[in-house]
């Protein structure tokens, strides 16, 4: 079973502050998911990738899979960026459910 | 696209009540994923459908829980008899064809179990 890595648990940060998330996993992956969840509870996919970097406006999500490592960069944040980050993994081959990290709760302050 | 549905969104109920979750696909997608979430052990996966069929039901905690898709475009997931450990958010997610594509989330259900 994959074990996925968060840190950190807590960030609190300045509007306009250039934001890291980590995220490790122990086992061979088909892909990487970072996933928002809003304070009302809902989740939303914001990249999912197998190697490489991806980037969608301010966000950026790069893998190293050799490393099995991920980060989740957020360029020029701001506070309606406050949300729990969360890393999820797939396996595929038939072990399409993810596997979720423990969330990184993110506070952007203006 | 509306995207995921889910009912109910809240449900209180109380120990030994039958439980049944509703999930509606997003059109056209292929594969279909419940999730729970609580505070102590975070998301997890409870069972993975491809084409109707269930393909991964290892996270399902035990013989109370169930997940059924009669049809292509709707799951459901009941609980019978419910206990209080049950206390979660439940989550449904579709993809277009497996677990290596982009999870559309539903918006979950708060269950209560009293």
């Known amino acids: 079973k994959n074990e996925v890595e968060q840190s950190p648990q807590n960030l609190t940060a300045q509007e306009g502050e250039f934001i890291t998330i980590n995220c490790s996993y122990s086992?061979?992956?088909?892909?990487l998911h970072w996933l928002q969840q809003h304070p009302g509870g809902g989740i939303v996919s914001l990249f999912m990738l197998s190697s490489g970097k991806k980037k969608h406006g301010r966000l950026i999500a790069t893998i190293n899979i050799q490393e099995k490592h991920s980060s989740l960069h957020i360029t020029a944040s701001h506070p309606r960026d406050s949300a729990v980050y969360i890393c999820?993994?797939?396996?595929?081959?038939?072990?399409?459910?993810?596997?979720f990290g423990k969330g990184t709760h993110l506070i952007i302050q203006p | 696209d509306a995207g995921v549905i889910q009912s109910p969104r809240h449900e209180v109920t109380e120990m030994g009540q039958e439980v049944t979750l509703r999930c509606k696909l997003i059109?056209?997608?292929?594969?279909l994923f419940w999730y729970r979430q609580t505070m102590m052990r975070g998301l997890e996966l409870l069972i993975y459908?491809?084409?109707?069929?269930?393909?991964?039901d290892s996270g399902m905690p035990e013989d109370r829980f169930s997940a059924k898709m009669p049809n292509a475009s709707f799951s459901t997931l009941k609980i019978q008899p419910s206990e209080p450990r049950d206390s979660a958010v439940y989550f449904c997610a579709s993809a277009p064809f497996s677990g290596i594509d982009t999870q559309y989330f539903g918006p979950g259900t708060r269950l209560t179990v009293l």
């Open positions: 086992v061979g992956i088909s892909a």
């Open positions: 059109s056209g997608h292929n594969s």
């Open positions: 459908f491809n084409n109707n069929v269930p393909i991964d």
């Open positions: 999820a993994v797939s396996a595929g081959g038939g072990a399409d459910g993810l596997t």
